[in-house]
């Protein structure tokens, strides 16, 4: 009976046991399974779609082919002069042929000598209009070679009426002076036109 006895205990300890051990397991296997159930059961997220716009537009385009601008070969320097020459020569024109006239009028004269320094003006004036008609625009040697041989010639028709006429005024030297700079600064930037037209071509 006594051995009964502590069989008994040690079943109903065994049994004691066994239901403190029992909750804690089954507990934690509930919160498994439960987990397992709302994994199995949540709906899967949906896999993103590869759009075909917005693959094309994430691969790299091309890149444009460098069109390089022409290079400008006109001499702005010489524009400059020649803008500024072709509004001073006019009135040095004018000028010059009233001084011819005053001095005809005041002074003695050579037989040739007068008729040839007044018949000189209107070469002068052809010459001008043609060398001032901004040629170096076209960035062309043969019409800047053109430009360079009328400057020359308009070099010497003002040299001419500064220092080889009958009678040189104060006006005279300093109309002829100031467009002799001009012209001379013209044939300057005008020699370097051409050289770096014969150089790019």
């Not at 001095?103 to 000189?120: D, Q």
């Amino acid at each position: 009976m006594a051995k009964d006895k502590k069989a008994g205990k040690d079943r109903s300890g065994l049994d004691l046991g066994g239901s403190m051990e029992d909750p804690l397991l089954a507990g934690g296997k509930g919160k498994t399974a439960s987990r397992e159930r709302r994994r199995s059961c949540s709906p899967a997220a949906p896999t993103p779609k590869k759009d075909a716009q917005g693959a094309a537009a994430a691969e790299p385009t091309p890149s444009a082919p460098v069109v390089q601008a022409p290079q400008i070969l006109a001499s702005l320097p010489l524009q400059i002069l020649i803008h500024f020459n072709s509004f001073i020569y006019p009135p040095l024109w004018i000028l010059t042929l009233a001084l011819l006239i005053y001095k005809g009028t005041v002074f003695p004269y050579a037989t040739a000598a007068y008729p040839l320094e007044v018949f000189a003006l209107f070469p002068w004036a052809a010459i001008e209009a043609s060398r001032l008609n901004k040629r170096n625009k076209t960035e062309e040697a043969g019409p800047v070679a053109i430009f360079l041989v009328l400057t020359v010639m308009a070099c010497f028709i003002h040299l001419f009426y500064l220092l080889w006429q009958s009678y040189v005024l104060l006006f005279d030297v300093i109309l002829n002076s100031v467009s002799l700079g001009l012209i001379l600064g013209e044939l300057i930037t005008g020699i370097m036109l051409i050289a770096n037209l014969a150089k790019a071509g």
